[in-house]
């Protein structure tokens, strides 16, 4: 099994990016998708996760109306658009598959390896 995250990097407050991150060695469609993301020096949290159908999302409030989850089944790929970024936004970004709804650290059966991305001011 394996998620590679892309698309990190060294950007300006008020820029944007895409991350992507690509599934193999399972079912992708049959998992939840999720991102995560770690700043320096604090604990890992729950940035945004969207439904095998792609019908349902949910945000952190730190991010809700900036960014946007979506995936692609065809693809195996989970995306998220990152729009008006900013420095507390600077974090290695983890994605995750989970067997349930909604998805939390506890019942994430798969993470990637995470992609930086730092936002400066």
């Known amino acids: 099994v394996q998620l590679q995250a892309s698309g990190g990097g060294l950007v300006q407050a008020g820029d944007s990016l895409r991350l992507s991150c690509a599934a193999s060695?399972?079912?992708?469609?049959?998992?939840?998708m999720g991102w995560f993301r770690q700043a320096p020096g604090k604990a890992r949290e729950f940035v945004s996760s969207?439904?095998?159908?792609?019908?349902?999302?949910q945000y952190s409030d730190s991010v809700k109306g900036r960014f946007t989850i979506s995936r692609d089944n065809a693809k195996d790929t989970v995306y998220l658009q990152m729009n008006s970024l900013k420095p507390e936004d600077t974090a290695v970004y983890y994605c995750?598959?989970?067997?349930?709804?909604?998805?939390?650290?506890?019942?994430?059966?798969?993470w990637g390896k995470g992609t930086l991305v730092t936002v400066s001011s």
């Open positions: 060695g399972y079912t992708f469609v049959l998992y939840y």
């Open positions: 969207i439904s095998i159908s792609a019908l349902t999302q």
């Open positions: 995750a598959a989970g067997s349930s709804w909604p998805i939390g650290e506890a019942n994430v059966r798969y």
